[in-house]
């Protein structure tokens, strides 16, 4: 059994910033790749952005030069630091992280936390 804990999302002006926290827990053997995703009201969910074990990134083009995604390898958790924020980055925002475990590999999702961009 794994468990993503998303925190950080909120209320924030447009040009202001949010980070976000994801904490994994559980029979972890290993977390290959950690992401966030996130799904507006009528759209589709989105891959934001996407980290490695090793460490490499991939971001969206909608947010290069202002997000920034992180990982802590030993404590299993995956940031997301949002600057500069807009309107159209107001979405629910997932946690995902694709997990080794002694019974095989488990794609994890976290509930989900709502940030929201407004004036």
């Known amino acids: 059994q794994v468990q993503l804990v998303e925190s950080g999302g909120g209320l924030v002006q447009p040009g202001g910033s949010l980070r976000l926290s994801c904490a994994a827990s559980g029979s972890i053997f290993n977390i290959n790749y950690m992401g966030w995703y996130r799904q507006a009201p009528g759209k589709q969910r989105e891959l934001v952005a996407a980290?490695?074990?090793?460490?490499?990134?991939n971001l969206v083009d909608s947010v290069k030069g202002r997000f920034t995604i992180s990982r802590d390898n030993a404590k299993n958790t995956v940031y997301l630091q949002m600057n500069s924020l807009k309107p159209e980055d107001t979405a629910v925002y997932y946690c995902?992280?694709?997990?080794?475990?002694?019974?095989?590999?488990?794609?994890?999702w976290g509930q989900g936390t709502q940030v929201t961009v407004s004036s």
């Open positions: 980290v490695t074990s090793g460490g490499s990134t």
């Open positions: 995902y992280a694709a997990v080794s475990t002694i019974l095989g590999a488990r794609d994890c």
